[in-house]
């Protein structure tokens, strides 16, 4: 790359700071900036983030953890094919960073460098992975004694709700498309003030990182707009919560899809239910990392649309892996799945990531996901759940949490650093909202992702 000219490009566009982001374990996207006249030297050379940054829950209170305290240095080195000019900010551009230890190799602790380390590792194997992110959000309004209350009362899908969200989605969609997101459907959802706005899928890292730029981009544009954009798994109790299904698609060297069928029963791929098995099999701890916020055990309840048991089925809504059938007219077969047990409170690298070490563990194990559900698991009796081996998920953060601890193939996947740093910081969440009322629970959400 011809460093002097992409700084002269940016230069050009009158960029005077570029943010290099990061994703921490509590779930907020976070950086630093760094002037243009500086930014050739900082792109080879990083700015420095002190370790212990890794180590802070989402209400900055900084947790004991080995290796993380206010001894040591890493840096934040950006990758530059991530930069892109802010539309929602003037004069500024971003880049996704990764955490580089000082010997230039990628830090233990490192969420982006996981989740490279997992996808790395499933194409050593053969398998590609394309993922796209679909978050839901709330539209919302302040009032006068300071309090948020959604921006309308309009029904799903209603057209009514355009009226409200029109012009503020937009902009957002001219500002996702001017850093490269190309977007694909929306609609009012079904809670109140409620919008999903869905943008294409990518190859995995950029995929997390278009997660970051989504959220980031749609909470600047609805500032802008007087709106409050919040991203919390469930803002308002009584309405539908916030889910960010995670859309996979997995593909061979020669780009046939993995997951499309081989002769094997309901027309999915004996490798795809392997994939799928393996999710089914690690999703108690891995929602730890999926659901990664106390506000998202609220969501994640029976009959909610959201997931709360451990099955697969095909356009079941109330599977944790749905299939989605494949469009009409595709010329390659378009067949995936989503993961609905996740939200917007998650760290998107390691969400991506861990689901990726749990499906290729199913892939090595061979395991098989039983046969699709075809009803609304909540609605089979106890002893029937039981005898097809469906779980409840986990119904609180630190139930998600102790069931990740037990998760050797996860908790060995993420590493020593990260899987120890990531499991203090959620126990600390646990024990901070337990020692609070929902009040605190819901505003520490609200703005937060
Ligand atoms: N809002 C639901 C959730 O929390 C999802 C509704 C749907 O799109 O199926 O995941
Ligand atoms: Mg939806």
Known sequence: MDLAAFVQRARDNDVRFVRFLYCDNGGTIRGKAIHIDKLAGRIQNGIGLTVAMQAMNMLDQLQSVEGMGPVGEIRLVPDVESYVELPYAPHSASMMADMIALDRTPWAACPRSFLRRMLEEAATAGVHVQAAFEPEWTLARQTEDGSFAPADESLCFSTVGWETGGPVIDAIVAALEAQGMPVEQYYPELGHGQQELSIRHAAGVRAADNQLRY??????????????????????????????????????????NLMAGDGSPQGVS???????????????????????SVNSYRRLQPQSWSSAYTCWGFDNREAAVRIVSGLWGETTPSIHFELKASDNSNNPYLALGALIAAGMDGVRRELDPGEPMAVDPFDLDEAERTRRNILRLPDSL????????????????????????????????????????????????????
């Not at 609805?222 to 919560?241: C, I, N, T, V």
């Not at 969440?429 to 337990?434: G, V």
């Open 215 to 256: 959220r980031d981009t749609m909470r600047a544009v609805a500032r802008a707009h007087g709106f409050f954009a919040s991203l919390a798994p469930k803002p308002f109790p009584d309405q539908a919560g916030n889910g960010c299904h995670i859309h996979v698609s997995l593909w061979d060297d020669e780009g046939n």
């Open 270 to 292: 004996h490798f795809g239910r392997h994939w799928i098995a393996g999710i089914l099999d690690h999703l108690p701890g891995l929602v730890a990392i999926t659901c990664a």
């Open 398 to 449: 630190e139930a998600a949490v102790d069931a990740l601890a037990q998760d050797t193939v996860l908790t060995s996947a993420l590493g020593d650093l990260l899987a120890d740093a990531y499991i203090t910081v959620k126990r600390s969440e646990a024990d901070a909202f337990a020692a609070q009322d929902l009040a605190f629970e819901l505003k520490h959400h609200f703005y937060k992702f």
